[in-house]
């Protein structure tokens, strides 16, 4: 092929790319235009080559990536020549799928050559395994070509079935092909209803939840408050002690570890810490009085339980930081009676401040 005469031909060209439309064509070459599309217009350069020129350069590059691939098999037109905006390919005869259908049944044979065609799909690393009926024509021969194969590669999210080219074969032949595709592989038939099922509940969804956004809004807006954990000052101290707890038991256990120390002895030294502030926090709760009733919860003791792998150590602590609560108790009364005073008569909400200012530090 005559590469300059080509490059000439598509520099005299202009294809535009427009919002969901066919590309404008602007063609001041010799060449006839055989087809166009959203992505290119197509020319007949020879007798059996044409050129594909693009509107834009990334689409170009993706259909010659996607042509490249297939190069080895007999299901694509071969490439001839690439350049920024266009490509020089086979040209494809034959019939295409919507014209061949209109007059002639899907048969077996024809099924079969399109599962075919899907399984060379997989086997050269296409991402969209599927294609639209009228690109993909049947030859004189009985085989099938396919043009237009761009939209193949580089994609994140596909359908994990050949949905496109189920919906265009169009309701009779689609529940035909399927019939096909159940006799010819029960487990791949089982698996495209599988996701054609979950399509259909997909949308069933989508449905239920367009229909009700107020009310869910509204359900929303009414009940987002038992998600909150900060108006409620001792279940926030808990929550906290919990949080600092894990924090800092990471962070040490990191520090420690890039330190050299042994694992074990680490979270022994972490275990002696964090039993001593529980014992400090016991102190101050009794301290304070009962004036919260009987069924307070140590914080700490809460998360190391809710935590479970420490749990009869940490009851062993409490026993022991009750003793020690003891002391500091009737320390802390003879030192500070005056300002337990004023504690107490303040309401309940500033009870844990120290602990809060310990847990956030
Ligand atoms: N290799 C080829 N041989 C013969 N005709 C071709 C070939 N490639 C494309 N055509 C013709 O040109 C038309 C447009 O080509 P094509 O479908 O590849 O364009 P496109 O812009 O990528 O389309 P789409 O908008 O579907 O992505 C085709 O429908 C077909 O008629
Ligand atoms: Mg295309």
Redesign the pocket.
């Known amino acids: 092929m005559d590469t300059t005469y080509l490059e000439q031909c598509v520099a005299n060209i202009k294809v535009r790319n427009l919002v969901n439309e066919?590309?404008e064509v602007e063609n001041q070459s010799p060449l006839t235009m055989?087809?166009?599309?959203?992505?290119?217009?197509?020319f007949q350069v020879t007798e059996d080559i044409?050129v594909?020129v693009f509107g834009n350069n990334e689409?170009c590059e993706r259909?010659y990536y996607a042509l490249a691939l297939g190069q080895h098999t007999n299901l694509f037109?071969k490439l001839y020549h690439k350049g920024p905006l266009h490509i020089a390919?086979?040209?494809?005869?034959g019939v295409d799928l919507r014209e061949y259908l209109q007059s002639q049944p899907l048969s077996k044979e024809l099924s079969v050559k399109l599962i075919e065609m899907l399984i060379t799909f997989k086997e050269i690393g296409y991402e969209r395994i599927d294609h639209?009926k009228?690109?993909i024509y049947l030859q004189q021969d009985g085989s099938l070509k396919v043009?237009?194969v761009?939209?193949t590669v580089w994609r994140d999210r596909v359908y994990p079935y050949p949905r496109k080219l189920l919906n265009s074969l169009g309701t009779e032949n689609k529940e035909v092909f399927l019939a096909h595709v159940q006799e010819l592989s029960p487990v791949l038939y089982d698996e495209w209803i599988h996701y054609i099922r979950m399509e259909e509940i997909a949308s069933e969804i989508y449905q239920v939840l367009l229909e009700s956004p107020k009310k869910n809004v509204d359900m929303v807006k009414a009940l987002s408050d038992k998600l909150l954990t900060t108006n409620d000052e001792e279940r926030y101290v808990i929550l906290m002690a919990g949080l600092m707890h894990k924090v800092f038991k990471e962070q040490w256990v990191k520090t420690m570890l890039a330190r050299g120390e042994e694992t074990s002895k680490v979270y022994e030294k972490i275990d002696e810490y964090w039993d001593k502030q529980k014992r400090e926090f016991k102190a101050l709760k009794e301290n304070q009085g009962n004036d919260h009733g009987g069924d307070s919860v140590d914080p700490i003791d809460a998360e190391s339980q809710k935590g479970g792998k420490k749990k009869g150590k940490g009851k062993e602590a409490h026993h022991d930081g009750g003793k020690k609560a003891g002391n500091a108790n009737s320390k802390n009364k003879g030192k500070d009676t005056k300002k337990q005073e004023k504690d107490k008569s303040k309401k309940k909400k500033g009870k844990y401040s120290k602990w809060l200012t310990f847990g956030l530090m």
């Not at 087809?35 to 290119?40: A, F, L, S, V, Y």
């Not at 390919?89 to 005869?93: Q, S, T």
């Open positions: 066919d590309v055989i087809g166009k599309g959203r992505q290119g217009a197509v044409c594909k689409d259909e037109p390919m086979e040209i494809i005869r639209h009228r690109q043009i237009d761009a939209r």
